[in-house]
C-alpha cells in the first residue's frame, strides 16, 4: 500500500530563517505531487505540483519554492522566511497521468516568528 | 465568483439529525469531484469521490449536479465523531481547488 510521509513534524523558524521541508512518497511510482499551504482558518491553496522529476509548476508566486530531484521526494524551500510563511504545509500525491484522488501526508506545521 | 465554494458553517445538530452540505463550482470542465473530511489540525482525508451523477458509502451520501454545478454531500444518523470539516474539491488535469470548507459540530 502506499504510504506518504512529511517531516518535520513541526517547526518554529525565525523571519528571515531558511526552510526546508521533505515529503516522500512509498509504494509508488511516477506520482503527482502537491505542496499546499493552509493557514489558519483558511482553505488549501495549491502552491506547486510536479508530474515528474524536475517538472515543477509554481502556482502562486512568493518566496517559496519547490523541488523533486527523485521520483518519490518533494522539497518545499524558501531562503527568508516571511511572518506570512507561518502555516500547515501539506504534501499529496495521486496517480500519475491525469485527475485522480489525492492523498495528503500529515502534514508540517510552521510557525514564523 | 471564487472556484468552489461553501458554507463556512458552522452546522450544529444533534446526535442522530440527518444533515447536508453544498459546494458549488464555477468551471464546468471540472472533471471530478471529491468530498474530504479534516480533523482540527489534521490532515485532509477522503471521504468520497464523485465522478458521476452521485455516490453512497453508508451513512454518507455524494451528489452532483452538472446542470446547477454543484454537489451535495448528505450525512444521515450523524454520530458525534463525525464532528470535522468537510472540504469539496473540484478536479480537472493536474488542477484541483478546493472550498474553504464547512464546519459540523455534532451534538449529544
Known amino acids: 500500500s502506499q504510504t506518504i510521509h512529511q517531516w518535520p513534524a513541526t517547526l518554529v523558524q525565525p523571519v528571515g530563517s531558511p526552510l526546508s521541508l521533505e515529503c516522500t512518497v512509498e509504494?509508488?511510482?511516477?506520482?503527482?505531487l502537491y505542496w499546499y499551504r493552509q493557514a489558519a482558518g483558511r482553505g488549501l491553496q495549491l502552491l506547486f505540483y510536479s508530474v515528474g522529476i524536475g517538472q515543477i509548476s509554481s502556482e502562486v508566486p512568493q518566496n517559496l519554492s519547490a523541488s523533486r530531484p527523485q521520483d518519490r521526494q518533494f522539497i518545499l524551500s524558501s531562503k527568508k522566511l516571511l511572518l506570512s510563511d507561518s502555516g500547515f504545509y501539506l504534501c499529496?500525491?495521486?496517480?500519475?497521468?491525469?485527475?485522480?484522488?489525492?492523498?495528503f501526508g500529515p502534514g508540517t506545521r510552521l510557525t514564523v516568528l | 465568483r471564487k472556484e468552489v465554494e461553501q458554507d463556512p458553517g458552522p452546522f450544529n445538530v444533534p446526535e442522530g439529525a440527518t444533515v447536508a452540505f453544498n459546494c458549488t463550482y464555477s468551471n464546468s470542465a471540472s472533471q471530478s469531484f471529491f468530498w474530504y473530511r479534516q480533523d482540527c489540525r489534521k490532515e485532509p482525508k477522503l471521504l468520497m469521490s464523485?465522478?458521476?451523477s452521485g455516490n453512497e458509502d453508508g451513512r454518507f451520501t455524494a451528489q452532483l449536479n452538472r446542470a446547477s454545478q454543484y454537489i451535495s454531500l448528505l450525512i444521515r444518523d450523524s454520530k458525534l465523531s463525525d464532528s470535522a470539516t468537510y472540504l469539496c474539491?473540484?478536479?480537472?488535469?493536474?488542477?484541483?481547488?478546493f472550498g474553504p470548507g464547512t464546519r459540523l459540530s455534532v451534538l449529544p
Open positions: 474539491a473540484r478536479g480537472y488535469g493536474q488542477n484541483f481547488v
Open positions: 499529496a500525491w495521486s496517480v500519475g497521468g491525469g485527475t485522480d484522488t489525492q492523498y
Open positions: 509504494g509508488t511510482s511516477n506520482p503527482n
Open positions: 464523485v465522478y458521476s
